[in-house]
C-alpha cells in the first residue's frame, strides 16, 4: 500500500491563515521581548530587581524601539532580547505616560524595522495581527479583527487616550508594547491594555497618536503639556442655567481647589466657579481641558469662560508647562 503524497503547504492554507502567517513572516524579525530592573526598597542590599515586563519593536534601523511607558517607567535597568538570540542593553529616550508610549534605544547592527501603517483608515471588522511575549513566551501571535474604533481609555497618569483601538486579539500580560499589524504588514498599533476577566476586550494606541508624540520624545525625552493649577470636578449643568446663559451644553467643571502658586489663582479663578469654554472652545469635563493644555499653549494667556453665581464672565489666565509632578 502506497502512502499519500505530501500535499504542497499553500493548498493546506486558507486565505486567512495565508494572510496571518505572512503578517508574522514580516513583522516577526522587528519584535522584540523587554525585560526591566526596578529599585525594590523593601528588601535591604537588593536594589535592582529584574522582571519580566513586555513586549516592543524596532521602528528604525538605527536602534530605536517603542513599547509602552508603564513597561519601563521606574526602570534602572532596560535588557532587551533580539528575535534572533542577542541581548542588548536599551536606554529610555523618553517617556509618554499620558499616551502609555514609550521609545528605546539600543546598539545592534543588521535590526528590521516595522513599517508604519494610517490607523485612520481602520474599519471595525478588519484583520489584525498581535505579535508579543505574553509570560515569557517569546513570539507569540494571535490574531482577530477591529472590534471597534474612536474609543477612549484612560492611562495611568490619569489623562484620556483618545482614538484607541478595541480588537478581539487575545493578548495578556507581557503583550503590553508590542505591535498591532494589519493583514498587508502595517503596524497601525501600540498593544497597550486588557481588561482583567474580559474576554475578547483588548486595546491598542493608534499609531496615528504614537506618530503626533514622536517628535517631542526624540528631541526632549518628554512631551511638554500646559498647566493651569487648578482641581476640579465635572458636574452637571441645571437646564435653567443654560437656557439662562444661552450655554449649548449640559456640563462643566466645577473648581474645587486651586494651587497657591498656580497660574489659575494668581489670575483671579476662584474656588466654585464652574468653567465652560477655553478660548472660545466649549469645556463639558475634565478631559476637554487636558486636550487643549497643549504645548502650543505653554507661555500664552487663554480666557477661561466661567460662571460664577449668578454671572458669566471671562478670565485670563496665563498657562505654565506642567511639571512631572503636576
Do not use: W
Not at 497597550?192 to 504614537?210: E, H, K, N, R
Amino acid at each position: 500500500m502506497s502512502l499519500p503524497l505530501p500535499v504542497a503547504d499553500d493548498r493546506l492554507l486558507d486565505d486567512y491563515s495565508r494572510a496571518v502567517t505572512r503578517v508574522v513572516e514580516t513583522v516577526a524579525p522587528s519584535v522584540v521581548s523587554i525585560e526591566v530592573s526596578r529599585k525594590d526598597g523593601a528588601r535591604r542590599g537588593r536594589t535592582d530587581q529584574p522582571t519580566a515586563a513586555g513586549s516592543g519593536f524596532v521602528f528604525a534601523s538605527d536602534g530605536l524601539i517603542l513599547t509602552n511607558s508603564h513597561v519601563v517607567e521606574g526602570s534602572t535597568k532596560v535588557q532587551v532580547a533580539l528575535p534572533d538570540g542577542r541581548d542588548c542593553v536599551a536606554d529610555v529616550v523618553g517617556l509618554d505616560p499620558d499616551t502609555d508610549i514609550a521609545v528605546l534605544r539600543i546598539t545592534a547592527p543588521d535590526l528590521v524595522p516595522v513599517t508604519f501603517g494610517d490607523s485612520r483608515t481602520l474599519r471595525a471588522g478588519q484583520l489584525v495581527v498581535a505579535i508579543g511575549n505574553p509570560y515569557g513566551f517569546h513570539h507569540t501571535v494571535t490574531a482577530g479583527v477591529v472590534s471597534a474604533l474612536g474609543r477612549s481609555l484612560r492611562s495611568r497618569s490619569g489623562r484620556l487616550i483618545d482614538q484607541v483601538i478595541q480588537t478581539d486579539a487575545a493578548l495578556n500580560p507581557g503583550n503590553s508594547g508590542g505591535p498591532l499589524v494589519t493583514s498587508d504588514g502595517a503596524v497601525v498599533g501600540v498593544n497597550t491594555a486588557i481588561i482583567a476577566g474580559g474576554q475578547g476586550l483588548s486595546f491598542a494606541v493608534p499609531i496615528s497618536a504614537v506618530v503626533a508624540v514622536l517628535p517631542a520624545l526624540l528631541r526632549d525625552g518628554r512631551v511638554r503639556r500646559g498647566y493651569l493649577g487648578i482641581a476640579g470636578q465635572d458636574v452637571p449643568l441645571l437646564r435653567r442655567v443654560t437656557r439662562f446663559h444661552r450655554l449649548g451644553q449640559t456640563s462643566a467643571v466645577l473648581v474645587i481647589s486651586l494651587e497657591a502658586d498656580g497660574p489659575a489663582l494668581s489670575a483671579g479663578l476662584q474656588d466654585g466657579d464652574l468653567i465652560v469654554s477655553f478660548d472660545g472652545e466649549r469645556v463639558e469635563n475634565l478631559d476637554d481641558l487636558h486636550r487643549l493644555l497643549t504645548e502650543a499653549r505653554i507661555g500664552k494667556t487663554v480666557r477661561i469662560g466661567v460662571l460664577r453665581g449668578v454671572e458669566q464672565r471671562e478670565v485670563v489666565v496665563p498657562v505654565r508647562e506642567r511639571s512631572a509632578k503636576s
